[in-house]
């Protein structure tokens, strides 16, 4: 059984689209899109006096572990996420998955 591990980034909108396919050409098969809006906007704006768009993008994307660095490494870059107020990336170990059953390089037991 293969460890399976969640990526969550969460983005400025519109640029969700972009990380996705970026990281599809490195071994994500697929992800997840919804919308948020984040709260910390005018906290943010006081002590770093930076612009941060409220409205995000948060993406998820369940990939293997041996798979996990390459794709992150990828999401981080091309969401440019080290760079102030673009985003933010964290990583989450899944137990327990039902729905991937259908998946060849998700065999879940």
């Not at 396919?21 to 704006?45: D, L, P, W």
């Not at 941060?52 to 369940?62: D, F, H, P, T, V």
Request: charged fraction near 25%.
């Amino acid at each position: 059984m293969f460890e399976v591990i969640a990526i969550v980034a969460i983005v400025e909108r519109g640029k969700a689209d972009y990380i996705v396919n970026r990281a599809k050409k490195v071994g994500a098969q697929g992800a997840t899109i919804f919308y948020g809006r984040g709260t910390g906007e005018s906290e943010v704006k006081k002590f770093l006096n930076i612009h941060i768009e409220a409205s995000k993008e948060i993406i998820i994307i369940l990939v293997e572990k041996g798979k996990l660095k390459k794709i992150f490494h990828e999401i981080v870059e091309a969401g440019r996420l080290k760079e102030p107020g673009t985003g933010i990336i964290f990583t989450i170990p899944i137990s327990n998955l039902v729905g991937l059953h259908h998946r060849e390089n998700f065999p879940i037991d």
